[in-house]
């Protein structure tokens, strides 16, 4: 099936001017359509307003205010999101803002879409929810884990599918790979450490990592809007071992390996690196099925190349 052709559609994105934020706005509106983003000060705003996006200030938590800014949207996209930097990733305290808004911001985006009739609300949520499952393939309906860093993954799923039992309308659940590309601050450092010759190798260097490039995380939030609801997997086509990840980094920044670290000490730290020491190895085969979409980059071999470029 070729990718869905869709009618011009009145988007409004929160989180627009994040990682993802900072490519789906502009695929987007590549894409035809309108697009008018929630903007946290002046600076962000004409940065919206200079890609021809329409800014809105509106807080995130404000049910009345979000529903009068949804009002006339087809689509909502929340992409809103608050990981903490690499720096600060081991915080509770830096987590508990991330908390709220993937908790009380998604429910309230969904009552102000409720509100407002929109039609579909897309939710951006992670692949790293799922059990470690070996080199075993992971679909949408493999079991998931409960630790308390997707607590607020997992609200903002349920927000999105109350979405579709109160509304009538579309709730789509996109759980993305780990991102990287340019403008997400974790790949800049990985690729900076990268040519100091250092590795992030995080669990077992032979479990699985599904990534996803930062331009398909875009191109996916642009035919999310013509899935049918549901939840879906947005990763590359070949998830690749922690190993082999790490020297595809390698192979971009130019350089040789000497260290790759934490490895198997990163289990050290328990539940707060849960997401990302697993073997996962995750397939987009739902979604690419559901709406044609696939992604520019097979596998973060191409990526990496393509971002290096991007970085230097
Ligand atoms: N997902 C991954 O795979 C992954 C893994 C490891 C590390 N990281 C790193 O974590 C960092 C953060 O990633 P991220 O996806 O959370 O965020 P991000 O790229 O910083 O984008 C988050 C978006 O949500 C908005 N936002 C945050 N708090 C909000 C609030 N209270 N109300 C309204 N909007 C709000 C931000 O607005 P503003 O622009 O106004 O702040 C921004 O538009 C990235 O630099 C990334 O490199 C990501």
Same mark, same amino acid.
């Given at each position: &099936?070729?990718?869905?052709?869709?009618?011009?559609?009145?988007?409004?994105?929160?989180?627009?001017?994040?990682?993802?934020? $900072?490519?789906?706005?502009?695929?987007?509106?590549? *894409?035809?359509?309108?697009?008018?983003?929630?903007?946290?000060t002046?600076?962000?705003?004409?940065? +919206?307003?200079?890609?021809?996006?329409?800014?809105?200030?509106?807080?995130?938590?404000?049910?009345?205010?979000?529903?009068?800014?949804?009002?006339?949207?087809? *689509?909502?996209?929340?992409?809103?999101?608050?990981?903490?930097? &690499?720096?600060?990733? &081991?915080?509770?305290?830096?987590?508990?803002?991330?908390?709220?808004?993937? =908790? %009380?911001?998604?429910?309230a985006?969904?009552?102000?879409? +409720?509100?407002? $009739?929109?039609?579909?609300?897309?939710?951006?949520?992670?692949?790293? +929810?799922?059990?470690?499952?070996?080199?075993?393939?992971?679909?949408?309906?493999?079991?998931?884990?409960?630790?308390?860093?997707?607590? $607020?993954?997992?609200?903002? %799923?349920?927000?999105?599918?109350?979405?579709?039992?109160? !509304?009538?309308?579309?709730?789509?659940?996109?759980?993305? $790979?780990?991102?990287?590309?340019?403008g997400?601050?974790?790949? %800049?450092? &990985?690729?900076?450490?990268?040519?100091?010759?250092?590795?992030m190798?995080?669990?077992?260097?032979?479990?699985?990592?599904?990534?996803?490039?930062?331009?398909?995380?875009?191109?996916?939030?642009v035919?999310? /809007?013509?899935?049918?609801?549901?939840?879906?997997?947005?990763?590359?086509?070949?998830?690749?071992?922690?190993?082999?990840?790490?020297?595809? /980094?390698?192979?971009?920044? !130019?350089?040789?390996?000497?260290?790759?670290?934490?490895?198997?000490?990163?289990? /050290?730290?328990?539940?707060?690196?849960t997401? /990302? =020491?697993?073997?996962?190895?995750?397939?987009?085969?739902?979604?690419? %099925?559901?709406?044609?979409?696939?992604?520019?980059?097979p596998?973060?071999?191409?990526?990496? +190349?393509?971002?290096?470029?991007?970085?230097?």
């Open positions: &099936m070729g990718p869905l052709t869709l009618e011009r559609m009145r988007v409004f994105v929160t989180g627009g001017t994040g990682a993802i934020g $900072g490519h789906a706005v502009p695929a987007l509106l590549t *894409a035809g359509h309108a697009v008018t983003a929630l903007a946290r002046p600076a962000k705003a004409a940065a +919206l307003r200079d890609r021809g996006a329409t800014p809105v200030t509106v807080s995130l938590f404000d049910r009345e205010a979000l529903t009068s800014a949804f009002a006339g949207h087809d *689509a909502v996209v929340n992409l809103a999101s608050a990981i903490p930097p &690499m720096s600060r990733f &081991m915080s509770a305290r830096a987590q508990r803002e991330n908390h709220r808004v993937r =908790t %009380e911001g998604s429910a985006v969904v009552d102000a879409a +409720l509100a407002a $009739g929109v039609g579909r609300v897309v939710q951006e949520s992670v692949s790293m +929810l799922y059990r470690d499952q070996g080199d075993r393939w992971i679909g949408e309906d493999a079991p998931v884990d409960h630790f308390p860093l997707t607590r $607020g993954n997992f609200a903002a %799923e349920s927000s999105a599918h109350r979405f579709g039992k109160e !509304g009538g309308g579309a709730g789509v659940v996109l759980r993305f $790979g780990w991102f990287y590309g340019p997400a601050e974790h790949s %800049e450092q &990985m690729y900076a450490q990268a040519r100091h010759h250092v590795g190798v995080l669990g077992r260097p032979d479990g699985y990592v599904s990534s996803i490039h930062l331009a398909d995380a875009a191109t996916a939030v035919a999310a /809007l013509g899935a049918p609801a549901g939840t879906y997997n947005v990763v590359d086509d070949e998830p690749l071992t922690k190993r082999a990840y790490a020297d595809a /980094l390698a192979r971009a920044a !130019g350089s040789r390996l000497w260290l790759r670290v934490p490895g198997r000490a990163a289990h /050290l730290f328990g539940h707060r690196l997401s /990302l =020491t697993r073997s996962l190895r995750v397939s987009n085969a739902r979604f690419r %099925e559901a709406t044609g979409w696939a992604p520019r980059y596998s973060a071999r191409e990526g990496w +190349l393509a971002t290096a470029a991007a970085l230097t």
